[in-house]
């Protein structure tokens, strides 16, 4: 399912939704928060220091410097919140009575044609924490996420959703 992105009075918002009826908050949260783990599902990022006021670190592709992300809003096994550029990213965590639901929120200062590259990644992400936590891996990430851009690109031309 496509993410809902709509107008607020900042700029967008972008809602994606996942529940993972197999695992619990801990589970997932550890996807999110463990240096062990991020590269699983994004390569780039790391926690540099986990608390409100920490950073996240983007690794740079080429070997650069890495790009500190403030961390806004940290509740442990709950939220995370951190800087994206000119843009911020919100994890929540909700224990359901079977496993955990996963709302990641992107708060967008504009839209972009960079959007739906963003979306589509976020997207892809996504599914693999999910593949990952059930023992299973996603073979061609690329073709994934290809997939995910076009219909993002479609949603964002037809107005948003």
């Keep these: 399912m496509l993410a809902i992105v709509s107008q607020n009075g900042e700029g967008y918002m972008a809602r994606?939704?996942?529940v993972f009826t197999a695992h619990s908050v801990q589970q997932v949260w550890a996807y999110l928060t463990d240096n062990e783990l991020l590269p699983t599902w994004f390569p780039e990022l790391r926690v540099g220091e986990?608390?409100?006021?920490g950073c996240m670190r983007f690794l740079?592709?080429?070997g650069g410097d890495a790009l500190e992300m403030a961390i806004l809003d940290m509740k442990p096994e709950s939220i995370l919140e951190y800087a994206w550029g000119e843009d911020v990213v919100r994890f929540e965590l909700y224990p359901e009575d079977v496993g955990c639901r996963l709302v990641l929120?992107?708060?967008l200062s504009k839209l972009t044609v960079?959007?739906?590259k963003d979306l589509a990644g976020w997207h892809v992400c996504l599914d693999v924490i999910g593949a990952?936590?059930?023992g299973r891996t996603i073979e061609n990430r690329k073709a994934e996420w290809e997939r995910w851009y076009g219909q993002y690109q479609e949603m964002l031309a037809g107005g948003l959703g």
């Design 105 to 107: 929120l992107e708060k």
């Design 60 to 62: 740079m592709p080429d």
């Design 50 to 53: 986990l608390r409100e006021g």
């Design 132 to 134: 990952l936590l059930d």
């Design 16 to 18: 994606f939704e996942r």
């Design 114 to 116: 960079h959007t739906p």
